[in-house]
């Protein structure tokens, strides 16, 4: 697609519910990448995703969050057992990899997480 | 661990002024870029700077780093109120990997 597509664009769920977060990130793109960014905060980096090698999991707050790609391309973000602190704005972006250096990453619009 | 800080956190300024936000970071990094986030939106790549003394500009914003003092500076000239928005910089984690660190943005209000 012309951009990274994220859903749903908002989640409201009960404390202790799954939810499960969705990305489909630019065709073509390698790379992908969740971040979280809480009220007011800056983006807390998650995990990441670089074509058929091993997710970096080092962001994942704990064994709650778990995140796949499949067919490297669109990439869910499952969290279990939702607490109220996982209230956020969960966003994805994806790179042509290697090429992330010259121009960045492309966000999506993000997915607005309310554990009630 | 890299840390990345930026300061102000907020900013409220008048059209017309010039100001500059501030960014940390903690480890040596040689890739490091700028993005802007209006509210409710999400982020949108301004800069990309990838070397030492590099310098971008567009329009009344300027970007330079400076790798010796892990710094990195977005200036802004004669503000209008169209900038208002958040602005980050994010900085790379280590060579050879893609991971960013980001600051914690600055809130930067233009008032008319």
């Known amino acids: 697609g012309a951009g990274v597509s994220q859903s749903p664009s908002n989640k409201v769920t009960e404390k202790g519910k799954d939810v499960e977060l969705r990305c489909d990130p630019i065709s073509g793109h390698t790379a992908l990448y969740w971040y979280r960014q809480s009220l007011g905060q800056g983006l807390e980096f998650l995990i990441y995703f670089q074509g058929n090698s091993a997710p970096d999991k080092s962001g994942l707050p704990s064994d709650r969050f778990s995140a796949e790609r499949t067919g490297g391309s669109v990439s869910t973000l499952t969290i279990q057992r939702t607490q109220q602190e996982d209230s956020a704005v969960y966003l994805c972006?994806?790179?042509?990899?290697?090429?992330?250096?010259?121009?960045?990453?492309?966000f999506g619009s993000g997915t607005r997480l309310t554990v009630v | 661990e890299l840390k990345v800080e930026q300061n102000p956190l907020f900013l409220s300024m008048q059209e017309g002024k010039n100001y500059t936000i501030y960014c940390n970071y903690s480890t040596t990094s040689d890739r490091l870029y700028w993005y802007r986030q209006d509210p409710g939106k999400s982020l949108e790549s301004l800069f990309v700077?990838?070397?030492?003394?590099a310098v971008k500009q567009e329009g009344r914003l300027m970007a330079s780093l400076d790798t010796k003092a892990r710094l990195s500076t977005l200036h802004i000239t004669a503000a209008v109120h169209d900038l208002s928005a958040t602005y980050f910089c994010a900085v790379g984690a280590t060579s050879g990997t893609y991971k960013y660190i980001f600051g914690t943005g600055t809130r930067l209000k233009v008032l008319a």
């Open positions: 700077l990838l070397s030492n003394g």
């Open positions: 972006a994806s790179s042509l990899g290697g090429t992330v250096m010259l121009y960045g990453y492309t």
